[in-house]
């Protein structure tokens, strides 16, 4: 069964918008929750990671909001520009695991 | 730094041929993994290792083998094709952030794999 799951598959908004993509996971053993971007043609990069210990983290127009109690955590991205589109992935790993499990991914499309 | 380099970027395969994926790093990570990527599943871990000579099974291993006699390469074998490996491969390595028990991955430009 798939431990990470991601939600929406696909989405797509204005530029300028706000991007919402959620995900849920079932190990309560999971301790690093990062996010991946990845372009057509290339490998997934780091975008931004969050740990338990916070409910919330940003980095410019991106934000994760963690909720443990929930077991879900999600991505903003505000301001959403059309360079934004991409594949987005959430991801989790347990206490200094260098495994990763991923969500599904979603397909963003930002229009201008 | 090149990073993580990936080869060949696109192959073909019939069924039952084998061949090798390259993966190299040159950044002295003591971790590579190999994943595949396929649609609606994200990517899932088949095989990893955590320094030279160490290599352990991810969550589908079966049909690939792997070792590590270098830190810089990591090679990924197909043993005997099938379709059902038809898949983008991605290759990552990874360090440890001391002080913080967290790992940040570093992927390749990965291999797309086609077995008719």
């Known amino acids: 069964q798939q431990q990470v799951k991601q939600s929406p598959q696909s989405l797509i908004v204005q530029k300028g918008g706000i991007s919402i993509i959620n995900c849920a996971y079932e190990?309560?053993?999971?301790?690093?929750f990062p996010w991946y971007q990845q372009f057509p043609g290339k490998g997934p990069a780091l975008l931004i990671a969050?740990?338990?210990?916070?409910s919330e983290k940003k980095e410019g127009r991106f934000t994760i909001s963690f909720n443990k109690s929930a077991k879900q955590f999600s991505l903003h991205i505000m301001d959403s520009q059309p360079g934004d589109s991409a594949t987005y992935f959430c991801?989790?790993?347990?206490?200094?695991?260098?495994?990763?499990?991923f969500g599904g991914g979603t397909r963003v499309l930002v229009k201008p | 730094n090149a990073g993580v380099t990936q080869t060949p970027k696109f192959q073909v395969l019939k069924t039952g041929q084998s061949m090798t994926l390259q993966c190299a790093q040159d950044?002295?990570?003591?971790?590579m993994s190999w994943y595949r990527q396929d649609p609606g599943m994200g990517l899932r871990l088949i095989h990893y290792s955590v320094g030279a000579g160490i290599t352990d099974q991810g969550e589908v291993p079966n049909g690939y083998n792997v070792s590590r006699s270098t830190t810089e390469d990591f090679p990924l074998r197909l043993l005997s094709a099938a379709p059902s490996q038809t898949s983008v491969y991605f290759c990552?390595?990874?360090?440890?952030?001391?002080?913080?028990?967290?790992?940040?991955?570093?992927f390749g430009p990965g291999t797309r794999l086609t077995v008719t």
């Open positions: 991801a989790a790993s347990k206490p200094a695991g260098n495994k990763l499990t």
């Open positions: 190990n309560t053993a999971f301790d690093y």
């Open positions: 969050i740990r338990p210990d916070v």
């Open positions: 990552a390595s990874s360090y440890l952030i001391r002080g913080r028990g967290l790992y940040e991955q570093y």
């Open positions: 950044m002295n990570h003591e971790y």
